[in-house]
Nanobody, 114 residues
Framework: QVQLVESGGGLVQAGGSLRLSCAAS????????MAWYRQAPGKQRELVAA???????NYADSVKGRFTISRDNVKNTVYLQMNTLKPEDTAVYYC????????WGQGTRVTVSP
């Protein structure tokens, strides 16, 4: 059973940075694509960034150039470095595997103040 534990969220001023972490277990992590999603209040969950097992990445247009997804296959952890944060980045952030069944974790809340 896949387990996902997100951390690293918090309150930050616009222009600031945060680094999110997601520890995954119950899957062959090094072969698994991983992704970060977010859900803002009153909106649907949306894909933010994804990274394949070979390290290839892709990003939503809204975060390109500001966010960086990375992974540590030894620690079974995927990261999301978020720079130049904007108020519209405020959301609960979730990680998920792209190639395995899973249940959503609790997420980590990011609040960006103007």
């Amino acid at each position: 059973q896949v387990q996902l534990v997100e951390s690293g969220g918090g309150l930050v001023q616009a222009g600031g940075s945060l680094r999110l972490s997601c520890a995954a277990s119950g899957l062959i992590f090094s072969f698994s694509g991983m992704a970060w999603y977010r859900q803002a209040p009153g909106k649907q969950r949306e894909l933010v960034a994804a990274i394949r097992g070979d390290g290839i990445t892709n990003y939503a247009d809204s975060v390109k150039g500001r966010f960086t997804i990375s992974r540590d296959n030894v620690k079974n952890t995927v990261y999301l470095q978020m720079n130049t944060l904007k108020p519209e980045d405020t959301a609960v952030y979730y990680c998920a595997p792209t190639t395995a069944k899973f249940s959503w974790g609790q997420g980590t809340r990011v609040t960006v103040s103007p």
